[in-house]
């Protein structure tokens, strides 16, 4: 029995240009319509999950900044502190590596940038010296504290709801989303997903992005009945 | 010809839950691959209009903050100064008479309140003294400058895009949308539209909400072909 479903945003319930899928939005209502309950996980920032959360009508709290921070009700919880990450952005701006991206002006718990041509390997590296990580979600680069991921997000989750692995869902499509997909929930893809996570999935739909991700939402009410 | 449709968001393409209707999301896609400009402007903040400009997939400019900030591209254009609008706030928090909302954290031209049981008039008559307005969105109240209402959007929209009345649609159900009903423009309004607006619509609805603005979309859509 599933109680919980936890997910990606960009390009699993949008499609390759962001835009949000209707039928993906019509899953999730139809899944908390039937008392599953439905968390987002992204690399956006919380205003950004509220508007989420608010417009798709999502009932259960929301995470932004990879799993950093936590809007619950009206409650904005950042579980990390921004001052590493922003120390690496300074560094990577002014040594002209990267530029900022606009979301930063709402970041709490970490930076977002876009990587000056060629130069998305050597920053990764970079990263280590400066004891922060980066995570490409596939939309944009993150700079991130250690343990700042969508596993952190899960087990914030689980203990707030005493889940058990075996009563949750994730569905993801990048190698960010990997941190969830943890031994016993059920792993659920859409068709365009990494390799990586393909290969783990328990489930993967027949459509891509959005439209697949509606599919696995509709598998998994199903599988409940 | 209608070539820009300047929409209000909570109530006009939502239920009246704020969750977006997935119908009026269709329509509004639907009317800017028939070349129709599709604009947003609400009591939100900024964030929360980059998260619907990206999620809904909405090409032009859109406004947050009943018209004071406007967001192009990437770029985030205030147009007043939040210095009134908080002094006020202030001093309705420091008398007892209302309550901050979520939303302020992000705000940079205005600022929200909830006003406390049976105070909503007296803060709409100390407001003038404090020389800022008072706009109740149906949703949430907001302070504001001085003309900064949703029809000055409108006119930063058409010096933009240099378009005369008549090729504009504006779509709203609140008081709060009155200033954006200018004489000229084609007017249309969902059901649940307050009497007011209904009284001076061109065009009213059959369905209520976004399942209403729907129809709005699709009947300026035809009519221009």
Same mark, same amino acid.
Do not use: C
């Given at each position: ?131 922060? #990580?980066? /995570?490409?979600? &596939?939309? %944009?680069?993150?700079? !991130?504290?250690?343990?700042? @991921? ?16 075996? #009563?949750? /869902?994730?569905? &993801?499509? %990048?190698?960010?989303? !990997?941190?969830?997909?943890? @031994? ?23 459509? %891509? ?17």
């Amino acid at each position: 029995m599933i109680k919980l479903v936890l997910m990606d945003v960009d390009g699993t319930i949008t499609d390759r240009e962001r835009r949000v899928s209707t039928e993906a939005v019509n899953a999730i209502r139809k899944a908390q319509r039937s008392g599953i309950m439905v968390s987002l996980v992204s690399g956006n920032v919380i205003p950004v999950m509220y508007a989420l959360k608010t417009y798709v009508g999502i009932e259960s709290p929301v995470f932004g900044e990879n799993g950093g921070i936590m809007l619950d009700g009206d409650s904005v919880q950042p579980f990390f502190d921004i001052t590493k990450p922003r120390q690496f952005f300074d560094t990577l701006l002014s040594m002209g590596l990267a530029q900022g991206i606009l979301t930063n002006r709402w970041r709490e718990t970490s930076m977002g940038y876009a990587p000056a041509k060629g130069m998305e390997d050597r920053i990764v590296k970079m990263a280590a010296e400066y004891d922060v #990580e980066v /995570a490409n979600s &596939g939309f %944009s680069w993150h700079i !991130l504290n250690r343990g700042q @991921d969508k596993g952190f997000a899960l087990s914030i989750l689980m203990r707030k709801f005493n889940l058990k692995h075996d #009563e949750i /869902a994730v569905i &993801g499509d %990048s190698f960010n989303d !990997l941190p969830m997909f943890k @031994d016993g929930v059920v792993k659920a893809v859409p068709s365009n997903a990494e390799p990586e996570l393909r290969k783990i999935a328990n489930l993967v739909s027949e459509r %891509s992005h959005g439209k697949g991700t509606a599919e696995l939402l509709l598998r998994i009410v199903r599988s409940n009945q």
